[in-house]
């Protein structure tokens, strides 16, 4: 019997070791195909993510601002509204208080927080309500700057490789720096640093312990904890963070109970809309040109511009003020709808148009120094209709045209003393019909010098005075002066049937008080980036398209319409600076303009409706323009430091005292109203023997 048992043993022992070498070869391959598979997964889930290098690379988006000349700022520019702030300038109490509510193992874990999940799921079912998330706040990052927020576990598992990846690659303060950077805080507040200023109006290491609390409690539902919208919410979600602050001993009990027992105050910053919006749009739109959207609303550019803030809140008010007053007819009986009447008292809800029905008007003022724009109205308010007329809208230009007539005149030899026979003409056009001009007082006034023409505004003088110098030379003037739209060579353009831009029209300006050169508008001074290092620097772009002594006889008649020509109701108003400047009417007054310049500004009223019709009987540029670029001239040079005068004569001119009669040099029979000091081009003035021939000696006399 001893024998068998004997047997048996020494038999079975082969047959448990073979045993535990099977169930060992088990375990082993299915460990190694679990690793592989394991492996297999990662690999899987893995490939497609972003690299973590791009959480270093690329800044979290950022504001860009555009501040006016004075660097007081004009608009944000942004997707997300951002400024970057450095941990060490975030309290103590801030970062305490998101580590104890977020992920109070933050410092330990390696991206994931297993017990952290459990413990947030019981915490929320007992709860009964999302109390804790159960993400790290490295997973919270890595799902905010890389992934979508869909709710699927392929998701779930490529956050936790990617916090994993973060976790090795960055330290744990460099993650939470990035993290109070990145995360959206609601109400438009995207970093701890715009939150801290959109509810609280303070720099971020100014807040105190309560706004620390509820700031850290703002993450997890920035909507439904908001102390803007929501303060009762607001008030528990923060009163639970001092809790865990408690709980985690950054605080005592005591401070807890403390702090949770003060009322949610906010003092939400006041962020206005664009001021100057038809500006910022304006630039917005230049900058679109040489940077893409990335650039432009995402890397914190510091946009400055030229424009001057108190000139553009004045010329929106008088503009405005002027077209409220035109509206209610006190100037002349106005037979349209008020802007009132088309859109309501509710301007807020009013939808966005392209063009409006109720009567527009436009401001331009640019610097003629630099180009400069110093004021851009383009319309009445841009929230109802951003269709931008002062530089958009192509509209005739009237008598404002007129400059250029007597600009190519007075270069090409004719003196401003030129006598030009007001009189009844008609002009075949290209289709055979007859074109017959007339003035704005259906009178006519005989001969009288191109001088006189331009002060009074005077149609014939204008036409006849093209039809001299050819209408092809008059148009190559305009364009040579920075008139870019089509200006056909007919006879009409002398008195503005071609449609120019406001802006274009200001530009062109410029040449005279510049004596030649003219500016082009500049709206950009320089370009930083988020450090403030120089990103571009823009200059004025002036060009030299007259000689001298013809800008400044033009200078010198256009002074005159200000003086005491149809420009007159400048002075009437109180507009006392040396001046020079040209009205503009259309037919059947659809189109009022004032075009004028200082030595120090140039600048142009437009008023009229986006679809052109009469605006009121008799509204011309004097009577419904002028009111406005007086106005808005006078306390634009009043906020000045310095005034400049106009250039003095230039050499190559002379003088001769003539007769307003017969252009010619005056004689002692000459009445003395008749006689006048008359600028010339050397070599273009009257012979000594040239002398008037319409007062003569009478029989009586000799």
Not at 380 to 409: C, D, H, I, M
Not at 426 to 438: C, F, H, K, V, Y
Not at 523 to 531: E, F, P
Not at 543 to 549: F, S
Request: contains cysteine; aromatic residues 10%.
């Amino acid at each position: 019997m001893m024998a068998d048992r004997d047997e048996n043993q020494e038999n079975g022992a082969p047959r448990a070791n073979n045993l535990f070498k099977i169930v060992m070869l088990v375990v082993v391959s299915t460990i190694c195909f679990g690793l592989g598979m394991g492996y297999q997964l990662f690999r899987y889930f893995e490939s497609g993510l972003p690299s973590i290098a791009k959480m270093e690379l690329e800044p979290p988006n950022l504001v860009t601002r555009v501040f006016a000349r004075d660097s007081s700022l004009l608009a944000e520019l942004y997707t997300e509204r951002r400024t970057p702030v450095a941990l060490d300038m975030i309290p103590a109490e801030l970062k305490q208080a998101l580590i104890a509510v977020e992920d109070r193992k933050f410092y330990s874990h390696w991206g994931i927080d297993i017990w952290g999940i459990i413990r947030a799921l019981y915490i929320n079912q007992v709860s009964g309500q999302i109390r804790q998330g159960g993400s790290t706040i490295t997973q919270q990052l890595a799902r905010e700057l890389f992934l979508t927020r869909e709710r699927t576990y392929t998701r779930k598992i490529r956050e936790a490789i990617l916090s994993w990846q973060i976790e090795r690659t960055y330290t744990k303060d460099e993650i939470l720096e990035r993290y109070f950077n990145q995360i959206y805080f609601g109400s438009g507040a995207w970093g701890i640093a715009e939150a801290a200023r959109t509810y609280y109006d303070k720099q971020v290491d100014k807040l105190d312990l309560a706004e620390c609390a509820l700031m850290a409690g703002l993450p997890n539902a920035p909507s439904r904890n908001s102390p803007l919208n929501s303060p009762e919410n607001a008030m528990e979600r923060r009163n639970w963070v001092l809790t865990c602050m408690a709980q985690t001993g950054a605080i005592t009990q005591a401070v807890a109970d403390s702090v949770s027992g003060i009322p949610i105050r906010v003092n939400p910053v006041s962020r206005e809309s664009w001021k100057a919006p038809y500006f910022v749009d304006y630039v917005r739109g230049k900058l679109l040109g040489d940077y893409s959207e990335d650039e432009l609303y995402h890397r914190g550019l510091q946009i400055y511009t030229t424009l001057d803030l108190s000139m553009q809140q004045a010329a929106e008010k008088y503009l405005e003020e002027q077209i409220q007053l035109i509206e209610s007819g006190q100037i002349r009986p106005f037979n349209h709808k008020t802007r009132r009447e088309v859109i309501g008292d509710d301007s807020l809800s009013v939808r966005e148009l392209t063009e409006t029905e109720y009567l527009q008007g436009a401001l331009v003022a640019m610097d003629p120094g630099d180009g400069g724009v110093r004021v851009m109205v383009g319309g009445r308010n841009f929230w109802e209709s951003k269709f931008n007329r002062a530089v958009q809208a192509l509209r005739q230009p009237g008598s404002a045209f007129k400059p250029f007539v007597y600009t190519a005149a007075i270069d090409n030899g004719i003196p401003a003393c030129q006598v030009v026979e007001d009189s009844p003409i008609a002009i075949e056009q290209a289709d055979g019909t007859l074109w017959r001009p007339s003035n704005y007082t259906g009178e006519f006034r005989g001969a009288i010098t191109m001088r006189a023409g331009i002060i009074s505004s005077i149609n014939l003088v204008a036409i006849k005075t093209l039809m001299t110098v050819g209408a092809e030379t008059v148009a190559a003037y305009a364009r040579r002066m920075g008139i870019t739209t089509r200006i056909p060579a007919v006879e009409s353009i002398a008195v503005g049937s071609a449609d120019v831009y406001p802006i274009e029209l200001v530009s062109a300006y410029t040449t005279f008080p510049n004596l030649g050169v003219r500016v082009g508008p500049m709206t950009i001074t320089a370009i930083t980036d988020r450090n403030g290092n120089l990103v571009r620097r823009y200059r004025p772009m002036r060009e030299e398209v007259l000689g001298k002594q013809t800008a400044y006889i033009v200078l010198d008649m256009m002074r005159n319409v200000v003086d005491f020509g149809t420009g007159a109701g400048t002075r009437r108003l109180g507009f006392t600076l040396p001046a020079g400047g040209k009205t503009g009417t259309t037919n059947n007054y659809t189109d009022a303009w004032f075009v004028g310049y200082t030595a120090d500004l140039v600048c142009g009223v437009w008023i009229g409706f986006d679809q052109p019709r009469r605006i009121v009987n008799r509204g011309t540029g004097s009577v419904l323009a002028v009111p406005v670029w007086a106005n808005f001239m006078r306390d634009a040079h009043e906020g000045m430091t310095e005034l400049h005068e106009f250039p003095a004569p230039p050499e190559g001119l002379t003088t001769r005292l003539v007769c307003k009669s017969s252009g010619l040099l005056a004689t002692r029979f000459c009445p003395e109203d008749r006689v006048y000091t008359e600028m010339f081009k050397v070599g273009t003035e009257p012979a000594d023997y040239e002398e008037c021939y319409v007062h003569k000696p009478s029989i009586y006399s000799r």
